[in-house]
């Protein structure tokens, strides 16, 4: 890859702005709406805007240590961990309930600029290497910061639309 520098650069601002962004949509939403299930209709994820903060929280937890994998010096994860980070995963994914949104979001924000950080860490030739990840296989950490990007987007999105379009889709 002839740009690891200009990964770098590039991921680190889009990773701050669509934390930004997520966290700003999030506030669009009034507090006694966070935790109702959209209405009806084709624009909208079927979960509550708590869940989908719940849902990144978990993923940026779950994806975390895979990122560190690429560190100077960093042991592979082991299959055992893979295994346990998938039940994790399945067994957390029931729980957003037990907390409030801001708690989550919170705890969103945390590991992402965590994410952000080990940007600046990582060896040019980390960009891409290969290594085994949880759900999605082998893949390059150009990959795992990509699909991060991608999968805050698609949440930003949903919220943006429950902000823009619940009205009218309750009223109209």
Known sequence: MANEKN???W????????????VWAVQQIPEER????PPAGAWFEAWSVHQQIHHLYLYEKLIL????QWLPNAS?????????????????????????ASHWLNEWCTLRKESIQLLKKYDESA????????FWGVKSLF??????????LEHTDSVMKIGIFWDDLNHG
């Open 127 to 134: 960009w891409c290497e290969t290594k085994e990840t949880t």
């Open 65 to 68: 240590p895979f990122k560190r």
């Open 143 to 152: 990959w795992m910061y990509s699909k991060t990007l991608q999968h805050t």
């Open 7 to 9: 990964n770098v650069q």
């Open 34 to 37: 966070l935790k109702l299930a």
């Open 11 to 22: 991921f680190k601002a889009q990773h701050q702005n669509s934390l930004d962004m997520f």
């Open 76 to 100: 592979p994860t082991s299959q055992e961990d893979i295994v346990m980070l998938r039940h994790l995963w399945s067994e957390q994914e029931r729980h957003w309930y037990k907390k409030e």
